[in-house]
């Protein structure tokens, strides 16, 4: 029959930029990796109850093809015997939904589909999570894209949720257009595996993830010459984690290379006062050439640092 995901999840597209996006949470061990198989400019698919494992990459596959969401789907249901134990969504490149709820899975369990988007659920508390997903979805139109379908998720175990109650969630999302690796089309690509309350956790790691790429877009920027844009990119990145020493690190590093010791010290200071093996890194991507200062400059600065 397939693994025992029973689950609620949210597939959509984003009319606003094109993304294709996915997310999820179960009373299961590590649920995203069960349930959400996507490919960015190409489609993603949500199998869950009693899991297909071959319905991600066959569907996937027939989207490549060009196929529209309901042909996938229905050619993924012609080839198994065990279709009415299952709850599938498969959402096109378009924005094409088409969903499934088996007759034998487990209840309360439905489905709800409207413009570019499918929420579906099963062994839930009651007949209304859905519903709760769809509205809360739609709801939270204002906010980004990531944070609609978590807010479906939020909207789901406030309504009641999972019947057991939760274990894991998942987010994906996929770049419009089709890309040649696919690692490189997963904007957000998050997993809870296994925690009391996956959904907080998750909203955790969303806003650490934002902070790592604005921190990856400010090197790309310094990398084109475009200082000041690049600062407010670090400056981004501090503000959303303030007590993260790794972007704080890399901030100062940039401000040197810049020639603004005055600025950098003082963060370089902080930075070596709650962990000193800070210094150490910053001598050894000095020796990488990752600094762009002389060693004698160098010793100057690390004894500024440690006053």
Known sequence: MGPL???????ARDPDTGFLGGAVQSHWFNVGGTVLCGKAGVGIIATQSFVNPLFGPQGIGLLEQRKAANQVLDALLASDEQKELRQVCVLDA?????????????????????????VQANLMESTSIWDAMAEGYRDARDKPFALRLLTALQAAQDAGGDLRGMQS????????????NPYEGRLID????????????????????????????AERLLSEKKDKAAMLEYEKARQSMPNNLELQFWYAIALLNMHREIKAIPVLQTIVSLEPNWLLVLSRIQSAGLLRISDDRLEVLKRRICK
């Open 169 to 180: 969630a998942a987010l994906l999302v996929l770049d419009k257009q089709p890309v040649k």
């Open 190 to 217: 998050l997993q809870v595996a296994d925690h009391i309350d996956p959904l907080t956790e998750l909203k955790r790691l969303y806003w650490i993830d934002q902070a790592y790429k604005h921190s990856a877009a």
């Open 5 to 11: 995901v029973h689950t609620y999840s949210i597939l």
């Open 94 to 118: 378009a924005g094409g939904v088409a969903t499934f709820t088996g007759k034998r899975c487990i209840e309360a369990a439905g489905h709800l589909s409207g413009d570019q988007f499918s």
